[in-house]
């Protein structure tokens, strides 16, 4: 984090990345001054309303992110920039988005929690466009124009008022993560009640065991005596409003409707009281680590590893198995996760796995059958990726084995498909 004060006094000149977040409420000329080096701005959690036309000097700028302000448009400066490449206003108040406003090397947009009811025909004339997230909008159509995208891997529409399935989207090339519950065509009238309901007086909130965009995880034990349950659980407590991936509800419908797999957290029960949801889970054995990281700003999808991170071909074609029937589970069941990735997958010494994070998982059993299809398609080309991430992760030794040639030539077949 930089100050105001550092940066009126040039103390900062030279630098590449800028965050400040002092309550602007005005764009600080001073920040024209970086022209030659700053590539990463972040003006998040301010009061900002508006960007100058000057914006555009800042010629090596290539990712901004103002997040938690009080921007009504997306500023049209930001179409001028030559560089820019990431866009991030979540949380805002946008209701317009203007053609003028979308820069020309467009790779990463983030709209989500805004007030957006259309979106320009030009952004499916974006290139480059891998992510874009758009959840929680009042979204009633996409442009068609995004058949054109066919460099498109992630899209996050939920929690917006489309009332078709997006045809646009289902047969790109490369969309792989997709989620898009909370919509009117998505609806469903199920309550799954696969767990039982308990309230909120039946545990007690320990440690925090993690934290995603829809809820905090917590160790917790029971004020009472459970029988059926074991001593200490996992709890997930939702956030109440719309998150990067959707609505929470969504979220816990789609996690029960997922069932019981030997690969997959355990959900135990459910806790519904009023202004109060939450996922009692199995607690996770300490053992078990992460397989991955998450994507970076480089790599935009895909995900990352440890720099120390390798693992033989016998390991990683035990994980490969195991998400393949994670996969094969939750599409019988007609849910597709929206988020198949090793940053969401655990791990341990023996390659045994365990999957998790539903936040964007979307129930799809209301879709028609050609749609089935190609919501299953998407997500295989997910795996695929993952499979991909864990083959680059490979022992050196073991490349040249006759196992990683097996796996590497399967998926250079089904992408040729």
Request: proline share 5%; with cysteine; net charge negative.
């Amino acid at each position: 984090m930089h100050t105001l004060s550092q940066l009126k006094s040039g103390e900062l000149a030279g630098i590449t990345r800028l965050k400040i977040s002092e309550n602007l409420t005005c764009f600080p000329v001073e920040i024209l001054s970086l022209a030659d080096s700053l590539e990463i701005l972040d003006l998040s959690d301010n009061q900002l309303t508006a960007l100058p036309n000057e914006l555009v000097k800042l010629k090596k700028l290539k990712i901004i992110f103002a997040s938690n302000n009080l921007f009504t448009a997306l500023p049209e400066a930001l179409g001028g920039c030559e560089s820019l490449e990431m866009i991030g206003f979540k949380s805002n108040q946008i209701h317009q988005v203007s053609a003028r406003s979308l820069p020309a090397k467009l790779r990463w947009l983030i709209l989500t929690d805004n007030c957006i009811e259309t979106l320009p025909d030009s952004l499916g004339e974006r290139p480059r466009l891998q992510k874009l997230a758009l959840a929680g909008n009042r979204l009633t159509k996409l442009p068609l124009t995004l058949a054109q995208s066919h460099n498109l891997e992630l899209v996050r529409i939920s929690a917006n008022k489309l009332t078709q399935c997006p045809s646009q989207l289902l047969n790109l090339p490369k969309l792989a993560w997709f989620a898009f519950s909370g919509n009117p065509f998505s609806h469903t009238e199920l309550n799954i009640a696969s767990v039982p309901t308990l309230p909120a007086s039946s545990f007690t909130l320990h440690e925090v065991l993690g934290q995603g965009a829809s809820g905090i995880i917590s160790k917790a034990t029971w004020t009472e005596n459970q029988a059926v349950f074991p001593n200490e659980v996992a709890v997930k407590v939702f956030k109440g409003s719309v998150t990067s991936d959707g609505y929470p509800k969504d979220e816990l419908q789609a996690c029960l409707k997922a069932g019981r797999h030997k690969n997959i957290v355990n959900s135990l029960a459910q806790v519904n009281d009023n202004g109060y949801l939450a996922l009692i889970m199995s607690l996770i054995p300490e053992h078990f680590k992460n397989l991955g990281l998450p994507p970076t700003f480089a790599t935009c999808t895909r995900d990352t590893f440890p720099t120390e991170l390798t693992l033989s071909i016998v390991d990683i074609d035990k994980i490969i198995t195991q998400m393949q029937d994670v996969f094969e589970h939750l599409h019988a069941n007609q849910v597709c996760h929206g988020d198949l990735y090793a940053h969401n997958t655990l791990f341990d010494n023996n390659a045994n796995i365990i999957f998790g994070d539903f936040g964007a998982a979307t129930m799809y059993h209301m879709l028609d059958s050609g749609q089935q299809t190609l919501i299953k398609n998407i997500e295989r080309r997910a795996l695929n990726y993952f499979i991909e991430d864990l083959l680059s992760i490979c022992h050196h030794q073991d490349k040249q084995s006759p196992m990683f040639k097996a796996i590497k030539q399967k998926i250079s077949s089904d992408n040729a498909e």
